[in-house]
């Protein structure tokens, strides 16, 4: 059921892809992997695709998209992707598949960042159901659990994960984010820390929920609507 809601938020997310495409990003998860194979069918349309992890390029692959590094590109107009949970805000918790740092530079780098979900990943604050994930140096695991258990969370190793970069994952449980920006803040500049997956200072710009009625929810965010919708889309 809960694929048919992506599928269907999904749908509408194609439609923000125009004839002549410049380059887009892509994240990684199920319901990227889902997107992709929708993005099949309009290939013609899209010049190069930017992709968060292997996973996602290895679907795109099938496809024979043009793929392209992070590095070697100037500009991305679109990125699409999902979210472990989606405030009002349009803030997110991500990196459940553990690709948080690499969806963070695209995210930071596009234009638009177009969220779709279906709507068990909307909550009233970020950390009501899912914990937030931080990638850190392996040699930090120690420290910095010991400073986020100080703000009275509970601190899991992901085990047996190794990030594409390397390091590990620590998923932050029982952690109630009322100041997503202040908590993104204070995370990052732990030494040790290469991302976590609060995405508050960059939201989304626009949201797609896939609802159980099986209708589709747009919302945009205030400040892209007052200064990006006319101009990109
Ligand atoms: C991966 C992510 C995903 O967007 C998030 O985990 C949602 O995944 P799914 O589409 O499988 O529900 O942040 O790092």
């Not at 085990?159 to 590990?168: A, P, Q, V």
């Amino acid at each position: 059921m809960l694929n048919k809601l992506k599928t269907n938020a999904s749908k509408i997310a194609l439609e923000y892809i125009k004839k002549n495409q410049n380059i887009i990003g892509i994240g990684s998860g199920t319901t990227i992997i889902n997107f992709i194979n929708m993005l099949g069918h309009i290939k013609k349309n899209i010049k190069g695709i930017v992709a968060a992890s292997e996973l996602s390029i290895k679907f795109l692959k099938k496809y024979n998209f043009n793929i392209y590094e992070i590095n070697h590109i100037n500009d991305i107009n679109i990125y699409f992707d999902s979210a472990d949970e989606i405030n009002n805000n349009m803030q997110m918790i991500k990196g459940g598949g553990g690709a948080l740092t690499n969806e963070k530079i695209i995210a930071n780098f596009a234009k638009i960042f177009i969220c779709i979900v279906d709507q068990s990943k909307i909550v009233n604050y970020l950390g009501a159901k899912h914990p937030l994930p931080i990638e850190i140096i392996p040699q930090a695991q120690a420290y910095i659990t010991r400073i986020i258990q100080k703000l009275g969370a509970k601190v899991k190793y992901r085990s047996n994960f190794i990030t594409e970069h390397g390091n590990i994952i620590l998923d932050i449980y029982n952690l109630q984010i009322l100041d997503p920006i202040k908590i993104e803040k204070y995370i990052n500049n732990i030494p040790g820390v290469i991302t976590v997956g609060l995405f508050a200072k960059r939201p989304a710009d626009i949201l797609l929920i896939g609802e159980k009625n099986l209708s589709v929810t747009i919302k945009y965010n205030n400040t892209f609507y007052n200064n990006y919708l006319y101009k990109y889309i």
